[in-house]
């Protein structure tokens, strides 16, 4: 596990945190020393995520929250100021896909994964902003995918989705980036989790794993400040032929 010492102390919001990367991520900023608040849409799985997590000196703080409302996104950030005292770190982490070709796809699949992969970031880091320059900089780290820039067949919201969050990405870290806050969008490819059809995908041991994703995250978080990785590609090193 990695020692970071500058994320002792540090509050980070990790959204799609109940399971599969966002989970794995959560995991590490607690074992660096962060506090941690955790969203997600469905109750259950978050208080099962919770009880995945060490929770040492009330360092993790579970708030289920539908990141496609405004008005709940600001909740989410009060609840957790109120809670920690501050924001540091926001993870944008939840997402969706629905895969079809475009004249198959229907409305609500469009809607669904245009405003959870791209509007709900755009709210996240709208409402993170300014408590980052409260505190003189930090992080907003998006979990994109390599499919926004490897398009496929029957990818045609998610795809776009995924493009228009990397395009969004690199606006936002030239806007923000002589105040110190840090931007950075990770485009993994096959990861195995529940992602697609909500069964584990565990056993697809030639996928990437999401805690390898979590350590590419601390990686970017440990980096000098004086350099700024802006984006990574992470892929299966043996993916099937």
């Known amino acids: 596990m990695n020692n970071i010492p500058q994320l002792e102390g ?11 990367i966002g989970l794995a991520i959560a995991k590490r900023l607690l074992a660096c020393g962060a506090s941690v608040t955790i969203s997600g849409r469905d109750a259950l799985r978050l208080e099962h995520a919770a009880q995945q997590l ?3 000196n009330g360092r993790l703080y579970p708030v289920r929250a539908d990141v496609r409302d405004p008005a709940q ?24 896909g629905a895969f079809a070709k475009v004249a198959d796809l229907t409305l609500d699949q469009w809607h669904a994964i245009i405003e959870t992969n791209l509007n709900a970031v755009f709210y996240c880091c709208r409402e993170a902003i300014p408590y ?12 994109s995918s390599l499919a926004g820039k490897n398009s496929f067949p029957g990818g045609g919201a ?24 840090r931007v950075n969008y990770i485009m993994p490819g096959s990861v195995a989790t529940s992602f697609n059809d909500g069964k584990s995908q565990e056993g697809a041991d030639w996928k990437i794993a999401a805690d390898d994703v979590a350590q590419v995250l601390l990686d970017v978080l440990s980096l000098n400040q004086r350099s700024l990785i802006s984006r990574v590609e992470v892929r299966p090193s043996k993916p099937k032929k």
Not at 10 to 20: E, L, Q
Not at 132 to 143: F, S, T, V
Not at 158 to 169: E, G, P, R, T
Request: hydrophobic letters at 45%; glycine letters at 10%.
């Open 73 to 96: 996104v600001k909740t989410l950030f009060d609840r957790t100021v109120k809670q920690f005292g501050a924001v540091d770190i926001l993870i944008n982490n939840a997402g969706i």
């Open 54 to 56: 060490p929770n040492d």
């Open 158 to 181: 998610y795809c776009a989705s995924k493009a228009a969050l990397n395009a969004f990405s690199e606006v936002l870290m030239q806007e923000v980036r002589h105040e110190d806050i």
């Open 10 to 20: 540090k509050v980070a919001i990790v959204t799609g945190g109940s399971s599969g």
């Open 132 to 143: 980052l320059r409260q505190r003189n900089g930090g992080w907003l780290i998006n979990i």
